[in-house]
């Protein structure tokens, strides 16, 4: 291992906790590391804009997914603002409020309102500029010389050498940064399983292991007449539905002590107008 790696490593175990951009711009270095393989120069050149969509995306699949705070609420990172408002916009435009990663959504964005969404990433640039890039390269008073940046042409330098041996073990640095990730989450999040939270978004997978109808057997026993929770009464098999006491975003699982047999929000909403 190189002394760059070996000093790029040290600043990913150490770096302060203030917020969680650090990672974002560390975790968007090590994702753009295969530039390497296409490059006969010995000097890599990566785009800020690239660098702040993948940036954005990170935030986009944890916001929209988990709504994980990734500071002080009362002091949102201006990626995040720009990201909460994309969001907004997909769901209003699209009238979908299911969650969708940011891979998933982006061919919407282009075509629906791509001014939109590069105007939030000008934001974000400029913000990377004067903060994140700067930052990431001191630590403890001493600055190191991973990259050399262009703010005037919205672009970083940095070595072939360094990329190669980034991506030969960007597994490992992907794991390390998501460590670091959740630790910091930990310090504005009060909701469980943070970790399996940020590992799983590299998977773009966030799926149920079983469909739901497969916990029926087990509700069915405990309710087998199916009463309604809300009004007593018996509820119809083709208005049932399955829902969870706890939202399922908050403990990102399905266990059976979350769940009920209910009827269908439309129909709560008419049996509790029917109630005295």
């Known amino acids: 291992m190189s002394k760059m790696l070996a000093d790029f490593k040290k600043v990913l175990r150490e770096c302060d906790y203030s917020n969680t951009y650090k990672m974002a711009w560390a975790k968007a270095l090590v994702e753009s590391s295969n530039m390497y393989l296409y490059s006969l120069s ?138 670091r990730w959740s630790l910091m989450l930990e310090n504005y999040n009060s909701c469980p399983r943070i970790a399996k939270k940020v590992r799983i978004m590299d998977d773009q997978e966030v799926r149920r292991k079983k469909p739901l109808t497969y916990f029926d057997q087990y509700l069915d026993l405990e309710n087998s007449n199916h009463t309604c929770f809300i009004c007593g009464k018996s509820i119809p098999d083709r208005e049932l539905s399955r829902d969870h006491v706890i939202p399922w975003s908050y403990l990102y699982s399905d266990d059976l002590w979350k769940f009920i047999k209910a009827v269908t929000l439309k129909n709560q909403i008419s049996h509790l107008a029917m109630m005295p």
Do not use: H
Request: glycine share 2%.
């Open 42 to 179: 010995d000097t890599i050149e990566i785009s800020l804009y690239d660098i702040g969509t993948k940036m954005f995306k990170y935030y986009w699949d944890q916001t929209i997914y988990f709504n994980l705070y990734q500071s002080a609420p009362n002091q949102p990172p201006i990626i995040l603002q720009e990201v909460k408002k994309l969001i907004k916009l997909y769901q209003e435009k699209k009238d979908d409020f299911k969650p969708i990663t940011f891979v998933r959504a982006n061919q919407y964005i282009n075509s629906n309102f791509e001014n939109e969404f590069k105007s939030s990433i000008r934001k974000c640039i400029s913000n990377i500029k004067s903060y994140v890039m700067p930052l990431f390269l001191n630590l403890e008073g001493k600055t190191y010389d991973f990259y050399e940046v262009n703010k005037k042409e919205n672009k970083i330098y940095i070595s072939k050498q360094l990329l190669k041996e980034i991506y030969n073990i960007k597994q490992d640095l992907f794991d390390l940064i998501n460590y």
